[in-house]
């Protein structure tokens, strides 16, 4: 039979175990919440981090709206042919040759893939034009016009401009251009969808003749400078047509007054520039609707390939 005293120790050790017991569970649930309110912090960031990413991210890209834009070439084809059924004769010889160069282009008419419809709007890109005249480096900045810029980079990517000709040499008074990007060489040409219009910001204006203003002849006109790119497009705002844009671009090859609705996409680098100069210098070819001012240019410039990097 044990003692009172050993009664009493027991008493107390089994206490003590008790209250050692408690104090352990005490800690663990300390923990456990530590531990529960670490992942809730890092769920929470983790989430908050998600979100400011994708508003930063969003804040990168654009999209764009491309739209789907068949070339009819049979349907022209045949209007010049009607036309030219009831045409006086000293138009007929224009009009033929106007038709033959219709008919030439449609054999050469070639589709591209539309591109992505989101697109970065920071950055540069590297467009490489290597041309029977050498290479044209021409700087893509995407912060100018990104839908289009991304337009172009599909396009080269696609080999859309591979084995064309820049078709159009103008040098007059208030435009001096080199357009290229049609494989037809009629100005119809387009990879079959077109691109939104991206205006141009921050360019010089021209001011408005107060004259031609008051008979409503006039609307507002800004110097596109020497070694700009940019897009062409048959917008007309009268007929409500717009968005027209495509793959055909121009280089300005002395600072040209334009309105300010083509969409700028980079500039040409001087090198570039000196290749885009003798063909300038070479002079003009006149087309069946073309003038001296306005043709095809007598030295070719081909575009072997065309790559982005």
Known sequence: MSTNEERREAA???????????????????????????????????????????????????????????????????????????????????GEAFLKELRDGEANQRTSPMPDGRTLNTGTLDLTLATNLGNVPITLDRSLAACNVNAVQSLASNGFYDGTQCHRLTNSANLSVLQCGDPTLTGMGGPGWNTPDEDPTGLKEVPIDPQMAAMGMSQPTVIYPR???????????????????????????????????????????????????????????????????????????????????
């Open 12 to 94: 107390r050790q089994k206490l003590e175990d008790r209250l050692a017991r408690e104090r352990q569970a005490a800690k663990k649930r300390k923990l456990s919440m530590l531990a529960a309110a670490g992942v809730a912090v890092v769920a929470i960031a983790a989430v908050g981090g998600y979100f400011w990413y994708r508003n930063w991210d969003d804040k990168r890209h654009t999209t764009c709206d491309y739209t789907a834009a068949p070339v009819d070439f049979a349907k022209t084809i045949k209007a010049v042919e009607t036309q030219l059924a009831t045409a006086p004769a000293e138009q007929k010889a224009q």
């Open 227 to 309: 070694g700009t790119i940019a897009i062409a497009n048959s917008n007309n705002a009268e007929q409500g047509r717009a968005n027209t844009g495509s793959a055909q671009f121009f280089i300005v090859t002395k600072d040209s007054t334009l309105t300010p609705t083509l969409a700028v996409v980079g500039h040409v680098d001087d090198a570039g520039m000196k290749i885009i100069d003798q063909v300038a210098k070479g002079g003009i070819v006149p087309t069946a609707t073309g003038s001296a001012e306005d043709g095809t240019p007598k030295l070719p410039l081909q575009i072997k390939t065309a790559s982005v990097a």
